[in-house]
């Protein structure tokens, strides 16, 4: 079972939505995004309807991406136990959602480009049905990020 943050666990959801028919349709995407969860930091490069290059990474190179997806590791668990409950993001756990409700917003660019940045909004819907597509990963949650319900499976 991958644990949830990990090179695994996002190389398997990538593998679900390279071979998803609604991730293609879509549409193309051409992004580095990264994903920092508590002290952790995530690359992932989106090339058309590849995934690739998904490593961990020094929080400094954030400043390399177009943008990064910046919450705490128990809203992320929340999330993605959401998404696997209802076998999509729901309400407050849709990206736009969280963007709103985060007080700094949830895409964060660390130059402040904003020409990159706004790629978070023109992939959206791309980016919603990678983290949908979690919800056919049996997942468990690092228990170093966070106390309480960490190291449990994903229900």
């Known amino acids: 079972m991958p644990i949830f943050p990990s090179i695994e666990w996002l190389t398997e959801v990538a593998r679900l939505a390279m071979h998803d028919d609604v991730y293609r349709r879509f549409g193309r995407v051409d992004a580095s995004v990264g994903l920092k969860i508590g002290e952790r930091a ?3 490069t989106f090339d058309v309807f590849d995934i690739a290059d998904i490593r961990e990474i020094h929080e400094d190179e954030l400043r390399d991406l177009d943008f990064y997806l910046d919450m705490e590791p128990e809203r992320w668990q929340a999330m993605l136990r959401s998404i696997r409950e209802h076998g999509r993001a729901e309400r407050e756990f849709t990206l736009n959602s ?3 409700t ?3 917003g949830l895409h964060q660019n660390a130059t402040g480009d904003g020409y990159r ?3 978070f909004f023109r992939y959206n819907e791309n980016l919603q049905r990678f983290f949908d597509l979690s919800a056919n990963v049996e997942t468990t949650f690092d228990a170093s990020l966070s106390t309480g319900i960490a190291n449990s499976p994903a229900q």
């Open 42 to 44: 995530f690359r992932l």
């Open 98 to 100: 969280l963007d709103l």
């Open 102 to 104: 985060i007080s700094d």
């Open 117 to 119: 940045a706004d790629k």
